[in-house]
């Protein structure tokens, strides 16, 4: 060490001596005149280079420290680059460069490279996408200071997007950077540059940048490329330590104080320059005294891990890599005073080599990315951007190579430990959010599907069944899985930015990256599946956070997708077929080996098959059911399934498999909060919290929802009912004839259990009628959701704005909506001296509030409730807490309300009621009975907007009153449900319901005057101006069509009876009736297409002359007693129709021909009969009237 330093300084002293002899102009001349420039060069970076930089270390204080490294500068400048810029100039650089920059016509791009910690703005009204950032400089003279905007810090690496007119939908320019001239995107800047220049320019660009990519690249310790040999290799070697991202700080300065023999304050400066730097030179000497340092830092990190990687390098190598640098960041400094040198930069880094395919000298950077240190790294991703992605000609070109290369660059980042802000990965930030180029690489390099199967390629634990699998990860893989999550954001910036147009090869395209997420989606369903702990608590706690962080990763991905589909039908169509594909791959072997049962409740039978969700395996992550249901969701928002169904598989849907996954998730949140997964440990009350959180439940809790709305809407409503009673496992509470007597076990714990199993089923009744908060389920648009969780939000208390965003879905804009809709629903509440503003409910808006809110917890619930009553009690209002009148729903959804009215649904509700007029029974909760009262009130509520909505009786559906007056079921004796809530109303154990029930009594005798006015109304339209007689008549009528109801009501009894004693017979005997039910069902369906209408005019009978002549304007009334439901029905043109039972046969009671055949029976009419009256027709009828749709049922 001391021996070098009288080197060192005669070395200096030399230099300082050869700037006084040094000219510049004169070596730039020479070089001019030279036929090989590259050699020329070269000789004078060999000679020189060495004796500038790497010297060996100076043992002097940090001060003399950094006065060696002005004094390096200097003669870099002096020595090696003024010559350089006097060749490209033609000129001295002092008047040439400021020239060229007055010359030169700037692009309105700002270009500004972030720094780390440099604070960012965006606006969250124009920006295109959260990644679209300005400098403060561009923020404060743009029109974005005045809209909403975010405020971040850098992490580096980015650039400010001002100027760019696809980052913004409007204001791209600041005042700085607005254009002064309409420039011609297409026009080549280097044309402006006088043609001598551009020769000397290209000439010098190809010479210093192949120069500096040879030196990064360069793998030799000891020797340098051809013509950079120096004219003396001395014996000066460095022992240089890199950086990584494994050891500790305290790890290197320990090893740093035993290799290097050095105080702990150097070894705190050496870590601290690798740390920043990248590398750093900790001995200086001849090569066995640097190899000596090497062996012991590699001897004392490699125990635990892998050692840290140190090179003992020649000093001449060393020195010319910091050249390089030093060459780059001057390339980068010069395109700054002329585009049309950009533009030349940019072609010559992008040429093709000899070698072919990923010759270029960009291409060997990136490729080299991960073995280059991290100084390195950052000043050539600096020229990057300086660069390439200043000039949109040559950014596109960029990008298809580093599409082209994404496979290669992602694997190489997977093996190296450094962060990904200092890998060429991260530019993919700034090619992928740009609108027009991610589509163009879509296209042209399916960037989309190779993404996706990138991230496939690199997630290979696998189970048996082909899912992920976490539970047995090593620490490599894990370090690597938290690696590869980048890939999920680089799929997001391709799709943050839905097109508005398509072509046929985005389609096909876009089509086989959906084919390749669908892939994905399925190695993800049904991962993590969990079995019922029985015994023994479970000893280990299994892992569940990866598979739950890739499913937070996913979700604005699939949300994206979906969007995407939104707006091409064409899409959305191919789309909805493939995902149903996929669904039916991962339901093929559902059944297999499941026993088949056949259930019975109510007079209704339905077929499924045996599983328990509390004995079998059960996974919460279902990703291809839920994009499935978001997929159908959106059929239904464009009217897709209205317009084209024929285009749609929708026969190929089996509902009860579409329910089946989705409706075992749910089963298990219902029996983890009945406590019968406790021995499972907390990972399992994690993963159902998750599933519930704001950051999951868009894309698992809400898409379940969605699912069973889509299964129930396709069901007959009580064989969904009798499916969801069976995978609750409470089947066998209701399914005896009389089942509002409640089965009992003596077990107390199963009692209770039970009693939370049904709270939580008739909780899940109530989501699925009723949430329809949801553009295409039901009829609203996406603020009024947004709206709906901010009322539910506020009604539990008053809150700030930060816990109102922290509780609202964030969109892939990271946008909530708030913003919208907050001032029409509450008001601001300004702190006062101390505290923080609040938000309150307004209270006009306290009548939409739902009590069982789908996204609400049981405490949040409980404090909105007693919120609730508390506002109404100060209010005077009723106190009852009725559920709110809900929007209407889609055409596609239309029939879930039949599950109101469906006669399970009636038996459990009855059930229930019967149960509660027992005062301490202890086999009923009162949240039960809350539950049931408010399915009641949304079934009330439902037929009266169906009867303030109709334009006459007969379009009315929904019966809900009348069926709720009806008796139990035989051989039942209980009373209506009407019956038993009136029983209730006074039941002093029941005082905290008898609000709602009264409410409910009210909405029946509401629901009857509504109707009673309505079928007055219809006869007094009917016939005007009626007398005494006509009164009695409408009594008379009044009496018979009571009495009509009353054999209507027990007929309907005997048939269900007798449809179940039917049912059952075929269904032992299923072989023999499947033909026949096929015919029948065939024949069904061909008569009710060719019935007449009902709108055809009927024979009426006029006497004009006699006694029995029919007065002008009138007609005659025929009444007609149906035979099988004893209505008295009035013929009319326009009313019910009314059917004969005929029998029609061929007949030849008048033939003279008998003998003849037919001779073509195909062709045959029989409404034309032949002269010789050779066959006829003959029918018979028995002469009993009834209705159409009676004789259709």
């Known amino acids: 060490m001391a021996e070098a330093e009288p080197d060192r300084r005669a070395l200096l002293s030399d230099l300082c001596s050869e700037f006084l002899n040094f000219s510049a102009k004169d070596t730039a001349s020479r070089w001019l005149a030279e036929a090989n420039l590259q050699v020329e060069i070269y000789r004078h970076l060999a000679e020189n280079v060495p004796r500038i930089l790497c010297l060996g270390p100076s043992g002097c204080s940090s001060k003399e420290e950094q006065r060696e490294e002005q004094r390096e500068e200097l003669a870099c400048q002096l020595l090696l680059l003024a010559p350089l810029e006097w060749l490209l100039l033609g000129e001295d650089p002092a008047a040439g460069l400021p020239q060229l920059q007055e010359n030169n016509q700037p692009s309105p791009l700002c270009g500004h490279v ?30 974005h200071k005045d809209h909403r905007y975010r405020m971040t810090t850098s992490g580096g690496g980015g650039f400010c997007d001002c100027g760019d007119t696809e980052a913004w939908k409007k204001g791209p320019y600041c005042q700085k950077h607005t254009p002064t001239t309409n420039k011609d995107s297409e026009e080549d800047p280097a044309a402006l540059l006088p043609a001598d220049m551009v020769v000397r320019s290209y000439n010098i660009f190809s010479i210093i940048l192949k120069y500096a990519v040879d030196m990064l690249t360069w793998t030799q310790e000891d020797q340098l490329p051809a013509g950079l040999e120096p004219p003396e290799k001395g014996d000066n070697y460095y022992c240089m330590l890199f950086n990584d991202e494994v050891h500790t700080y305290e790890q290197v300065i320990y090893t740093l104080q035993k290799a290097v023999n050095c105080s702990q304050k150097e070894a705190v400066s050496f870590a601290t320059t690798v740390d920043r730097d990248g590398r750093k030179s900790v001995r200086y000497g001849d090569f066995q005294f640097c190899e000596q340092a090497k062996t012991v830092i590699v001897r004392n990190t490699s125990r635990q891990s892998k050692p840290l990687r140190v090179e003992v390098m020649h000093s001449s190598v060393v020195a010319h890599q910091c050249f390089a640098l030093k060459a780059l960041s001057w390339l980068g400094q010069i395109i700054q005073y002329s585009d049309g040198l ?25 490729l080299n990315d991960s073995k280059m240190w991290k100084g390195a790294r950052n000043i050539y991703h600096q020229l990057l951007m300086n660069s390439l992605l200043m000039d949109f000609k040559y950014k596109k070109v960029f990008a298809i190579q580093f599409a082209k290369n994404y496979r290669r660059l992602q694997t190489d980042f997977m093996e190296d430990d450094h962060e990904r802000v200092v890998s060429v990965t991260s530019l993919s930030v700034q090619l992928f959010t740009v609108p027009t180029m991610a589509r163009m690489l879509m296209v042209k390099e399916n960037l989309m599907t190779t993404i996706i199967r990138t991230f496939v390629d690199h997630l290979r634990h696998r189970d048996l069944q082909g899912r992920f699998q976490f539970d047995r990860y090593t620490a490599q893989q894990a370090f690597k899985f938290g ?43 049904g991962m993590d599946p969990v079995v019922r702990q029985v015994g023994q608590h479970i000893e280990m706690e299994p892992e569940w956070e990866a598979a739950f962080t890739l499913q937070m990763k996913l979700t604005h991905i699939i949300s994206m997708i979906q969007e995407w589909c939104s707006t091409d039908e064409r899409v959305l169509i191919e789309a909805y077929r493939k995902c149903l594909s996929a669904v039916s791959q991962c339901h093929s072997g559902l059944p297999d080996g499941e026993q088949p049962i056949s259930l019975s409740l109510a007079g209704h039978c339905v077929d499924t098959f045996m599983y ?3 004995q079998d395996k059960v996974s919460i992550h279902l990703p291809v059911c839920r994009l499935l249901a978001g997929l159908h969701v959106l059929l239904s928002r464009t009217d897709v399934a209205a317009r084209l169904p024929e285009q749609l598989p929708l026969g190929e849907l089996s509902p009860p498999l579409l329910i089946e996954l989705p409706l075992r998730c749910l089963v298990l949140c219902a029996q983890v909060l009945a406590g019968m997964w406790r021995r499972n440990g907390f990972s399992l009350i994690n993963q159902i919290y998750y599933y519930h959180n704001v950051k999951c439940r868009v894309e698992m809790f809400d898409k379940d929802v969605i699912m069973l709305q889509a299964g129930a809407s396709m069901m007959d409503p009580n064989h969904f009912l009798m499916i969801v009673l069976n995978r609750f496992e409470l089947f066998h509470i209701f399914r005896f004839a009389d089942c509002r007597k409640r089965y009992r076990p003596t077990n107390k714990d199963l009692v209770q259990q039970n009693n939370t199993l049904i709270e939580e089923m008739l909780h899940l009744i109530i989501t699925v009628i009723g949430e329809r908060y949801v553009a295409g389920v039901g009829q609203v648009e996406p603020f009024d959701e947004v709206r709906r969780e901010i009322i539910h939000q506020l009604s539990i208390r008053p809150m700030a704005h930060s816990e109102l965003v922290k509780a609202l879905p964030e969109n892939g804009n990271k946008e909530t909506g708030l913003e919208r809709v907050i001032d029409s629903v509450a008001s601001f509440k300004k702190p006062g001296v101390t505290g923080r503003g609040l938000y309150e409910l307004r209270p006009e808006w306290n009548k939409h509030f739902n009590l ?95 009867l303030e909505n109709s334009n006459g009786e007969d379009d009315i559906t929904f019966l809900y009153t009348a069926k709720i007056t009806r008796p139990g079921d035989a051989p039942s004796t209980s009373g209506s449900v009407l019956a038993l809530l009136e029983s209730l109303q006074n039941a002093p154990h ?14 029946v005798a509401n629901i009857k005057t509504i109707r009673e006015r309505s079928s007055s109304a219809s006869a007094v339209t009917i016939s005007p101006g009626h007398g005494p007689e006509e009164t009695i008549r409408d009594k008379d009528k009044a009496e018979r069509k009571r009495k009509a109801e009353m054999a209507r009501l027990r007929r309907e009894k005997i048939m269900a009876q007798m449809s179940e004693m039917q049912k059952h017979f075929i269904n032992e005997n299923k072989e023999l009736f499947q033909q026949s039910l096929e015919e029948l069902e065939a024949s069904t369906s061909a008569d009710a297409e060719h019935s007449p209408s009902s709108s055809e005019p009927s024979s009426v009978s006029w006497v004009c002359v006699g006694p029995t002549r029919v007065a002008r304007g009138a007609e005659r009334r025929q009444l007609v007693t149906c035979i099988l439901c004893q209505e008295e029905q009035e013929v009319k043109c326009h009313g019910r129709a009314m059917v004969l039972a005929a029998f029609v046969q061929r007949s030849t009671v008048l033939s003279k021909k008998r003998c003849r055949a037919l001779p073509n029976a195909e062709r045959h009419d029989p409404l034309f009969i032949h002269p010789d009256l050779s066959m006829g027709i003959h029918t018979t009828s028995c002469g009993h009237i009834m209705h159409a749709t009676c004789w259709q049922r």
């Open 114 to 143: 972030f720094k780390v910690g440099e604070p960012t703005y965006s606006c969250r009204d124009c920006a295109a996408d959260p990644t679209c950032v300005l400098c403060m400089q561009c923020f404060l003279g743009s029109v």
């Open 342 to 366: 950009r533009r030349i930069l940019c072609q010559v880094g992008l040429e093709e080599g000899p070698e072919g395919v990923n010759s270029s000298l960009v291409d060997r950077l990136m």
């Open 852 to 946: 069982y809110f789908y996204h609400y917890s049981r405490a949040d619930q409980s404090k909105a409730e007693e919120t609730q009553r508390k506002l109404r009690r100060q209010s005077g209002e009723d106190p009852a807490l009725a559920p709110p009148v809900p929007p209407s729903l889609c055409p596609l959804f239309a029939s879930l309300v039949n599950l109101l009215q469906c006669d399970v649904l009636l038996a459990v509700e009855g059930a229930v009621l019967q149960w509660a007029m027992e005062p301490r029974g202890g086999g009923w909760t009162e949240s039960m009975l809350q539950r049931v009262l408010h399915l009641v009130g949304m079934a009330l509520l439902e037929e009266q907007q169906q």
């Open 612 to 614: 328990q969700v509390s």
């Open 483 to 525: 690696r590869v999550q980048s890939l999920i954001g680089d799929l997001k910036y391709v799709l943050i930015s839905r097109p508005s147009e398509w072509s046929v090869e985005l389609r096909e395209k876009f089509l086989e990256g959906l084919d390749a997420f669908l892939e994905l989606l399925k190695c993800m369903q």
């Open 990 to 1003: 029941l005082e905290v319901h008898k609000d709602m029930i009264t409410w409910i009594l009210k909405m």
